[in-house]
């Protein structure tokens, strides 16, 4: 099946740093998706972005597709960034439709 | 407002039972998942359903057993068979179709005691 693969795997930021998570995938995709798990283990979805590039107040995304990798970009952190970011995707060969996860990128903005 | 509804938050079970994590969801998407995360671990697809009464094993499906005989419901049963079954258990849906996204639930924690 696909591999994706998350870097790096652990990430500590004083707040107002900025920082680039990757996420490298083995196979082409018809679906990308950005999640911030937080401390009680919720998913949020942060960007749906199979190509291209996104952007949220602080947060931006861009899935470059031809070379299988997608970029989250976090700027200006806060301590309320900390927590786990998942990269999973879900590919067009698949025998139906269902998200493979990275291992997810752990980070820790400090005040 | 439209969700995904996991009950309970926090399931403690003896070993040797079987136990049912329930997964309701009001956006009347066609397609269900269940994962299962372990400590410091990613994801993994136990089961998944792309319309009623159909569902397919996904790659951790051993102990595990599902059922979907309503659009809105896709309950997950942890047998005794399920050799470690402590994790959190998160339940997912989107529509069909190729250029949707997924929509998690916030997930419940299983203790086996």
């Known amino acids: 099946g696909i591999q994706v693969e998350q870097s790096p795997p652990d990430l500590i930021l004083q707040e107002g740093a900025n920082s680039t998570l990757r996420c490298n995938f083995s196979d082409s995709v018809n679906n990308l998706q950005w999640f911030h798990q937080n401390p009680w283990g919720q998913l949020i979805n942060l960007f749906y972005?199979?190509?291209g590039t996104k952007q949220n107040g602080r947060l931006s995304a861009t899935t470059v597709a031809t070379e299988r990798y997608s970029l989250l970009y976090i700027s200006s952190s806060q301590t309320t960034d900390s927590g786990v970011y998942f990269c999973?995707?879900?590919?067009?060969?698949?025998?139906?439709?269902?998200?493979?996860f990275g291992g997810g990128t752990r980070v820790l903005v400090k005040p | 407002d439209g969700g995904i509804t996991q009950s309970p938050k926090y399931l403690f079970r003896k070993e040797g039972q079987n136990v049912t994590l329930s997964c309701e969801q009001n956006?009347?998407?066609?397609?269900m998942y269940w994962y299962r995360q372990d400590p410091g671990q990613g994801l993994r697809l136990i089961y998944y359903?792309?319309?009623?009464?159909?569902?397919q094993k996904g790659d951790i499906a051993e102990g595990y057993s599902v059922s979907r005989e309503k659009k809105e419901s896709f309950p997950l049963t942890v047998t005794s068979a399920q050799k470690n079954p402590t994790a959190f258990y998160l339940c997912?849906?989107?529509?069909?179709?190729?250029?949707?996204?997924?929509?998690f639930g916030s997930g419940t924690r299983l203790t086996v005691v």
């Open positions: 972005i199979p190509s």
């Open positions: 997912a849906s989107r529509p069909t179709g190729w250029n949707y996204g997924y929509t």
């Open positions: 359903s792309q319309i009623v009464n159909d569902f």
């Open positions: 956006l009347n998407h066609d397609a």
């Open positions: 999973a995707v879900d590919t067009i060969k698949a025998a139906g439709n269902k998200l493979t």
